[in-house]
């Protein structure tokens, strides 16, 4: 698997990991829910607005199962992919985080705003990894793209 991931997550146990990447993620909105929300300071003044998340369709568990980046209380709408996550937020339906290269020209074309928080919840880098099972035996196929990977690795 390739995904991003937080630090700690990587302490649970049965995968090997390599660090291949890095990707910035924004709180954006459209420019009409930026306005009526006034000039929060914090992530708590965001509750009474909803926040749209792109639901993980995998199962999780152990250290896995947590629901990062939102906060109790908070008003949610739930979506299968970032790309009707970012339809919602352009439609001015909630606002969320998003990467910065899927949202760069909704950025510079003023489409979709950043939330400035200055107290919190400022943009966030996330690290991408590549995960795998270490089974004893594994074919010439997963052998090569798991080399090909460690040829990206930034943990070399």
């Known amino acids: 698997a390739i995904a991003p991931m937080l630090a700690v997550m990587l302490e649970e146990e049965g995968f090997d990991h ?14 009409v829910m930026i306005d009526a929300m006034g000039a929060p300071e914090r992530l708590t003044e965001l509750r009474r607005f909803t926040q ?4 993980d369709s995998g199962q999780a568990a152990g250290l896995f199962d947590r629901e990062l980046g939102v906060q109790k209380g908070q008003r949610r709408w739930y ?3 970032l790309q009707t996550k970012k339809a919602l937020l352009v439609a001015g ?3 969320g985080r998003l990467p910065e290269h899927l949202i760069a ?16 919840h400022l943009p966030s880098e996330a ?3 590549a995960f795998r099972q270490p089974r004893p035996v594994i074919g010439p196929v997963a052998t090569a793209l798991w080399e ?7 943990d070399r």
């Not at 020209?105 to 919190?120: F, N, Q, S, Y």
């Open 18 to 31: 390599l660090r291949i990447g890095q990707i910035v993620l924004r709180n954006v909105a459209a420019p």
């Open 127 to 129: 690290k991408i990894f």
């Open 105 to 120: 020209a909704e950025l510079a074309a003023g489409v979709l705003r950043e939330i400035d928080l200055p107290l919190t």
């Open 148 to 154: 090909s990977l460690e040829g990206y690795s930034e």
């Open 52 to 55: 749209v998340i792109a639901r």
């Open 79 to 81: 979506v299968s992919d």
């Open 93 to 95: 339906l909630g606002w």
